[in-house]
């Protein structure tokens, strides 16, 4: 018998658990949609076979989750739909701002972005009218830590939750991650030099709207034409930072 002092498990913590697992399953689902198999969300979340099938079917069955015939894993349609009226709201109010951003920018790609579950969530777009150019779908999350929209997200959160997020990194890799965000937040503009993808670049900005949401604008560009127009880019969004969408 165990002795009254002994912690075990309740209901509760396992409950807990299991939300967790799922929340984690969808972010990196989410993250490369149409492209993991049970075998590579099983070992992203350190899970048992037997662990992420329960985890993966329940998900599908429920709709949260969709698998394709090659038993690849997309979100599904009843997730998409929570997501869907806020990112049209979200998309809706910011529209006339990133439309100034690419007039500013001689038609680069702007990517309007939201922090969703420790990622960016691409939310709206206006795609570049050059051959060459950077593209990103939308629907798609990107990681905090190696892009430009999400670095300026992580200057534009409170202390602890930027404290949070930095943290699950490496010592070398956090220490550097709080050195920029702390540059971030002087020069209000956030960088991404060939650090998410090889050959291109991105400079963005991030503050608070729609309902305290973190947004980001990012304008995302071959490297070598990037580091042509810099100035006018980083010109182009501080001049949306400006603009009264933003609620802080």
Known sequence: M??????????????????RRAAAALDEIAAEPG???LVDLGDRLGL???TARRLLVGLVEVGLASVDAQGRFSLGDRLLGFGNSDAARVS????PTIERVARATDGET????VLRGGRMWFVDQIESS??????????VRFPLESTANGKAALAALDDGDAEAA???LGREAADRLRAEVAEIRRTGVAFDRDQHTPGISAAAIARRAAGDTVVAISVPAPTDRFL??????VAALRAAADSPVWTR
């Open 2 to 19: 165990p002795s009254p002092g002994e912690n075990f498990p309740t209901g509760r913590d396992e409950g807990i658990q299991v939300l």
């Open 35 to 37: 492209r993991l198999r």
């Open 48 to 50: 048992a076979k037997s």
């Open 92 to 95: 809706a109010i910011f529209r």
């Open 110 to 113: 702007v990517d309007l972005s």
């Open 130 to 139: 050059h051959r060459l150019r950077a593209v990103s779908a939308i629907g």
């Open 166 to 168: 930095i943290s699950r």
């Open 228 to 233: 042509e127009k810099e100035d006018r880019i």
